[in-house]
């Protein structure tokens, strides 16, 4: 079965300082890689995701991600912190086992302090 | 454009009462529907997932049950509800076909049994 492990329950940076949270993946096969951002109370609001082609993928609100596939990791980067980035952050995988679903990753909160 | 309803928003029930969420995608056909649930602001487990009307998967044996009963249309429900089902409740859909597509999540229900 696919997974994914997020190995930092909480990150700590400061505003205008680059951020990195942290995600390695374990599947068989071509992974299918997906980061999403959740706010208190909200739905997940999807990222970026990485399918083939260019490691480095750039998505919404300035984040970007690299795909390292020699150390199974997909870590979401920006070079800018905001505080309005702080919020609970997951990857994920695609399960082609069922369905087209997500198989998610435990979480990250980020906590940008001004 | 694709949009995705969740109701109620929040939702207060005694132990033993029945329970009815409804999710319902616009602009779109035959997608795949999901029902996620949320446990103490972190994880993601998938409850639900369904490929097309009347066809429903489930991943966990549990007190809940889904139903299909239009293209677009997606249901959760339970006869009598326990302590433990108290989460967020997350609707999310995809494209039937593309594996590259990722979930498009409803704003949630917040359910507390008590």
């Known amino acids: 079965a696919q997974s994914v492990a997020q190995p930092e329950d909480q990150v700590n940076v400061a505003e205008g300082n680059p951020l990195t949270v942290k995600c390695t993946y374990s599947v068989s096969g071509n992974p299918y890689l997906f980061w999403y951002v959740q706010y208190p109370n909200r739905g997940l609001q999807f990222l970026l995701k990485?399918?083939?082609?260019?490691?480095l993928v750039k998505g919404s609100y300035g984040f970007e991600a690299e795909f390292n596939k020699s150390q199974t990791s997909f870590h979401l980067k920006k070079p800018s912190a905001l505080v309005s980035d702080s919020a609970l952050y997951f990857c994920a995988v695609r399960d082609w086992e069922y369905g087209n679903k997500l198989v998610f990753g435990a979480g990250t909160i980020l906590r940008v302090k001004s | 454009s694709q949009t995705i309803h969740q109701w109620p928003a929040t939702l207060v029930q005694p132990v033993g009462s029945p329970l009815s969420l409804e999710c319902t995608v616009e602009g779109t056909s035959n997608p795949n529907l999901y029902w996620y649930r949320q446990a103490a602001g972190r994880g993601l487990q998938l409850l639900f997932y369904s490929v097309g009307i009347g066809q429903i998967s489930s991943e966990v044996p549990q007190n809940l049950s889904a139903s299909r009963p239009q293209d677009r249309q997606f249901i959760l429900s339970s006869k009598k509800l326990l302590l433990s089902d108290s989460g967020f409740y997350l609707c999310?859909?995809?494209?039937?076909?593309?594996?590259?597509?990722?979930?498009?999540f409803g704003n949630g229900t917040r359910l507390t049994v008590t």
């Open positions: 999310a859909w995809n494209p039937l076909v593309g594996g590259s597509s990722p979930l498009h």
């Open positions: 990485y399918i083939t082609g260019d490691n």
